[in-house]
Every structure is written in structure tokens, then in C-alpha cells.
């Protein structure tokens, strides 16, 4: 089940398949530090124990083996069957309770081999259908608790739980970890049934927070920082549990000798955030749309100068993917955490949750930084509205856009000095026909050009590629005005900032 396959499928039978997954959009992007397709036909034990590393039980019915532990079809499948294994004691015992080993099943991990603490952890999996049948993926550390449950799924396979496990706070400052004051928050996701389809299970974690995903879609978000900071770098598990907590309901175990059962997994893989862009401490953010900025009026967030003070304002990687923008002390947010589109944009102490978290994603049909910005708990866009600041669904205009103006930047655009040294500026003329462009001699005739014209803004609004002749006609039109044309080659790169005229 690669992403080949389900784009053949998505294209057979025209429906919609989630294949391809990335992290949350992030203004710098990430860095892809694991990841594990299971190709091939054996596990990679390079990147895998065959079992838990600490032994073959845990805490529920079933003996894990290697043997169990399958990767075919560009799939881990661990099988889970109704039978006692050869080498499996009688019984075994975990946190006070013992459990009868009568069934056969599987685990891996990445103990020893590799941690990650912080950025974005990710499988695409597919749940047995059985009850009674507990699959897991999840992390650990060296002692126990903590622990993060990216899902487990014990009961109806429709529900799937997260949580993080940790030792109760006024006891973890005097003592440090402890399994006997071990507490948790978390939550259980209701959607289709998990054991129909494969989809996507995220969790995005910083310092400060953690962020679970479904389908690429913001499940929760928890900024508990006290129970968070207790958390060391994390190995992954992912395993077939049968029995313990999946039975504790008064669900039967329905894996039997001609009904065994399969958790498969398409890939994982692991993203921590690039190092910021920014260059500067301080930024202005520029609205495309009104040619103002942002700017903080007490606990409101309205437009005005540029040039303003209140203009002034910082961005801040939370290592999730998010970020949070700072008006002196008080950050962006939407007032009572409302997801209701239309709500205005308003400024109030940092408090970590999801309403005052926001992905940037930078647009690349700009000359210069431009991003959407986008609230992680709502999923609606920071844009204008009759020269407001709302939270709403995306535009098809500029109004959702926003340029990063670092220090020392000016609102309007001028790319001139990137002119390549000694280049002759091209001339452009447009006439009833369209754009006539006469590059500089330096181009190689025939060469391809991409030609580029932007606003003063920075907007592109024709992008080509075309043979250099000696003069090239553009079928658009633009009215009379200064604009910024980019010419780049195989060799050469022209920029420079043009008044367009009619031709004589």
C-alpha cells in the first residue's frame, strides 16, 4: 500500500485517499530525521527491535515474537493468533495483575537505536477488526512514567485514545518519577472505523505542548508545561496487544484459530522543524490586501502604520510546527477559543492552548516572505475584512496573505540591487497585443528564460518560460505602472524594478 497504490486507486475509483502526509505547514519547513516505508521483505532491525526490548509480555494475554512480526507488500503486519507460544510461560504479571499467556502476537521498537524529543511523529496504520485486540503506537523513555499514546485502540474501533502518562506533579518535585503516582490527560477521538482504511496518527510535541492529529486535522492540544516537562528523549513502540485493558469492558476476544488478527502499518517517520529564517527580532506584518499592518490597540489587533511602534511585533517557533506572534507581551489569539468564523482577531497573555497557536505557510507566488496564517484550533485564516482582523475560511484574494517584513525592510518591494553586475536592463513595452520584451545582450539566444512580473507588493502575476529571441511577445496585458520583472537562465538572473509604457 504505497503511495503509488493509492493514488491508482484514488484515480480507478475516484475517491478520496489520504496517502501522502506531511507535518503541519511551517514557515521554515522540516527535516525528515526517521522514517521506515517497510519495503522489502524482512523488518529493518537497523532501525528496529523484533520485539519489546525488554522482553516478550506486557501487560495483556499475548507472548510477542519475532515471528509474528511480518513486512510484506510494503506493509508491517503483526499478526495476533489464538495460540499459546511454545516458549511462553504460563502466566505473566504487570502492575499487579496476572494474565494467562494464551495467545501469540508481536511488538517492535526503536530502544537503543533511535529518540526524538520534539517535532513530529507519524504513522498511517490500519486496525484489526477483532475486539478484544489492543493496538498501540506510542513512547517511552527509560522508566515508566512517562509515556505518550499517539493511539491505542482497546474497545470500539471506531474510538481511538491519546493520552500522556506521567507521575503526579506535587510528587514528581519532591521524588521524581514514580510508577504508584503515575496520572494522565488525554482523550478519546470518535470517527470512522479504524479497522475499514488506513489513516494518519500524529502527534506534534515542544516543549511546552502536545498536539495529536487525525487525518492531518488537530485532534487536542495540551500546553500542561510542569507534566510535559518530564518527558526525555522518546523511543517508539508500536504493538498488538490481545487482552488486559481491551477486555475489561466485557468485550470477548475475537481472535480464534481461523480468525487470527492483523494490525498493519503503511510507514512512520519523524520530522523535527528547520531552524528559523527570521533573521531579525522584531517583524511587521504586512497585509497585502489593505497595505497596512498589523498592529496591537490595547487587546485588540487592528491596522495602521507601518511605521508604528505598535507595529512592531515577534515570531515565535514552538517546535510543533506552530508558532505564536507577540505583541510586546501578549500574543495573537482568538478571545474565548471560538472557532466561529468571522470572530475578530484579539492580543492576551500566553497561555499555550491551540487559539493562540498559528501555522505559517509560506506562498511562493511572491517575490518576498509571504505567509497565510492559520489558527491550529479552528483551521480558519488571519485576513481582513473591511479593514478589520477576522479569523475566516481562505479567500481567493489577498486578504489572507501576509509579508514578514524583517528590520530595516521597506512595505513595497525593490529587488533592483539583485540585478545581475554590469546587466543591461531589459526593456518591456505593452501595446494592444500584449507584452514585448527585449532582453538584455547578455542572454544566450535560444536559451530557456523564465520571466517573471510582480506587483510592487510582490505578488507574481505572470510567470513563463519561454526561448530567448531577440524580442518576446507575452500574450497579457498590465496596465500602465511600475512592476518588477525577474529573468533567470541557465547562466544569468536579472531583477530590476520597470515602468511599463505603451510602445511608440
Known amino acids: 500500500m504505497k503511495n503509488i497504490k493509492a493514488l491508482l486507486t484514488t484515480v480507478i475509483l475516484g475517491l478520496p485517499v489520504l496517502a501522502v502526509a506531511d507535518p503541519p505547514s511551517n514557515l521554515d519547513g522540516w527535516d525528515l530525521i526517521f522514517s521506515d516505508e517497510f519495503e522489502g521483505n524482512s523488518l529493518d532491525k537497523s532501525k528496529w527491535n523484533p520485539t519489546y526490548n525488554w522482553g516478550h509480555t506486557h501487560n495483556h494475554q499475548a507472548y510477542c515474537v519475532e515471528e509474528n512480526v511480518f513486512v510484506e507488500n510494503g506493509l508491517l503486519r503483526i499478526k495476533g493468533e489464538a495460540k499459546r507460544h511454545p516458549q511462553a510461560p504460563a502466566t505473566c504479571s504487570n502492575g499487579g495483575n496476572t494474565y494467562s499467556l ?19 511523529i507519524e504513522g498511517r496504520f490500519k486496525m484489526p477488526k477483532q475486539l478484544g485486540t489492543w493496538p498501540a503506537f506510542w513512547t517511552l523513555q527509560d522508566g515508566w512514567p512517562p509515556e505518550i499514546d499517539i493511539f491505542e485502540v482497546p474497545h470500539a474501533r471506531t474510538d481511538h485514545h491519546y493520552y500522556l502518562h506521567y507521575t503526579n506533579t506535587d510528587w514528581y518535585a519532591s521524588h521524581g518519577s514514580a510508577w504508584d503516582h503515575e496520572a494522565s490527560f488525554g482523550g478519546v477521538h470518535k470517527g470512522p472505523d479504524k ?51 481491551a477486555t475489561t469492558n466485557g468485550n470477548p476476544i475475537e481472535v480464534t484459530s481461523n480468525n487470527p488478527a492483523y494490525l498493519e502499518c503503511d510507514w512512520v517517520r519523524v520530522w523535527q522543524p528547520k531552524e528559523s529564517s527570521l533573521k531579525g527580532d522584531k517583524v511587521r506584518l504586512y497585509s497585502m490586501d489593505q497595505n497596512q499592518c498589523m498592529q496591537a490597540k490595547e487587546n485588540d489587533i487592528v491596522l495602521g502604520d507601518c511605521d508604528s511602534n505598535a507595529s512592531l511585533a ?33 492580543l492576551w497573555e500566553w497561555n499555550g492552548k491551540a487559539h493562540q497557536q498559528l501555522y505559517l505557510q509560506a506562498q511562493d507566488k511572491f517575490s518576498e516572505k509571504v505567509v497565510t496564517l492559520k489558527f491550529a484550533h479552528s483551521n480558519l485564516y488571519v485576513q481582513t ?21 524583517e528590520e530595516g525592510e521597506d512595505p513595497t518591494t525593490d529587488v533592483a540591487e539583485a540585478r545581475r553586475n554590469n546587466a543591461n536592463p ?71 524594478k520597470i515602468q511599463i509604457t505603451e510602445k511608440k
Open 195 to 245: 479497522s475499514a482504511d488506513f489513516h494518519n496518527y500524529g502527534l506534534a510535541w515542544s516543549d511546552g505542548n502536545l498536539s495529536f492529529y487525525f487525518d492531518d486535522k488537530l485532534v487536542a492540544s495540551y500546553n500542561r508545561l510542569s507534566e510535559i516537562s518530564q518527558l526525555s528523549p522518546q523511543y517508539i513502540i508500536i504493538n498488538l496487544a490481545i487482552g488486559g485493558w
Open 314 to 346: 515577534t515570531i515565535t517557533s514552538l517546535g510543533n510546527g506552530a508558532y505564536r506572534i507577540n505583541f510586546g507581551d501578549n500574543v495573537v489569539e482568538i478571545p474565548n477559543e471560538s472557532a466561529e468564523d468571522g470572530r475578530a482577531v484579539g
Open 385 to 405: 475584512a473591511k479593514g478589520d482582523v477576522i479569523q475566516t475560511s481562505l479567500p481567493s484574494n489577498d486578504a489572507a496573505y501576509w509579508r514578514i517584513l
Open 102 to 120: 494464551d495467545y501469540t502476537s508481536g511488538a517492535i521498537d526503536t530502544q537503543n537505536k533511535f529518540k526524538v524529543k520534539y517535532g513530529y
Open 426 to 496: 531589459s526593456s518591456i513595452f505593452t501595446n494592444q497585443s500584449g507584452l514585448e520584451i527585449t532582453p538584455s545582450s547578455h542572454f544566450i539566444e535560444n536559451e530557456k528564460l523564465n520571466i517573471s512580473i510582480y506587483t510592487l507588493e510582490g505578488r507574481c502575476l505572470i510567470q513563463k518560460e519561454l526561448e530567448n529571441q531577440s524580442t518576446i511577445q507575452l500574450n497579457a496585458t498590465l496596465p500602465i505602472g511600475s512592476y518588477i520583472v525577474t529573468i533567470t537562465g541557465s547562466e544569468f538572473f536579472e531583477a530590476t
